[in-house]
């Protein structure tokens, strides 16, 4: 429907490795192995397989999106962005709420990992704003944050921007106003995509791979629509196909 490459679609999608070790995530791998998807690592995976599991990623030449959601006082920020710049990943994320300050601190903490010749590469920082699982009622209701989640998101959106970050995550319902906010260059990240038909789980603000590609994303999060198919490999093919 874009007009992608069947690569340029694989690309978009980066697929998340929520499994509680490393041997089950080496078996999606295998599965969609030579298929060139980024690949995210989350929490659960690793305080399981730690950094190990991310150079072994690296070695096999994938793209890797680190998804730890720092939240903290911005020294420990500074510190964890060092950590995380060294392991050599592609992008990692800290949440925007933890404010304006705490993300300057995270983009102070690369530039001392990368700076003086180090040779490591910048990776692409993100700030998650309102999780894609949290509903416009949870918001109010709640968490007790008034007004509605697309102003909640273009506000972190904003700070995260003037932090110096390169984009958020978000839902793909909010990427048409983040883009028209902050610029087609700041980087929107999506989870929430559920091909049609697919198991919500505990997503709220959802959207297909189409729907999604069509709002102008740059790269769909997808789990469990491809993990938890009983052919992880069928399942992320029919969702390149959606999306060329
Ligand atoms: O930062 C994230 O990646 C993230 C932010 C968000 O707002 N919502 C969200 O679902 N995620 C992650 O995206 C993935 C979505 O997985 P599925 O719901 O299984 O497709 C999970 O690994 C979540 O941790």
Redesign the pocket.
Known sequence: MAGLTREEAAGRIMV?L?YPEAGAAETLLRNLEGIPCYI?V?MQLFYSAGPGFISGLKDRGYRVFL?L?MHDIPNTVKGGASSITRLGVDMF?VHGAGGQGMMEAAMEGVEAATSGGSGLQRPIVIA?TQ???TSQAVLNDEIGIAGSVEDAVIRYAKLAQAAGLNGV?ASPQEVKTIKAECGAEFKTVT???RPAGAAL?D?TRIMTPGEALAQGTDFM?????ITGAADPRAAIESIIEELV
């Not at 999060?221 to 629509?225: D, L, M, Q, S, T």
């Open positions: 998340a929520d995210k989350g998804d959601k994320n998650v999780l894609t699982s995550v989870p929430g995509i789980n997503q999060v997808i789990g469990r629509p």
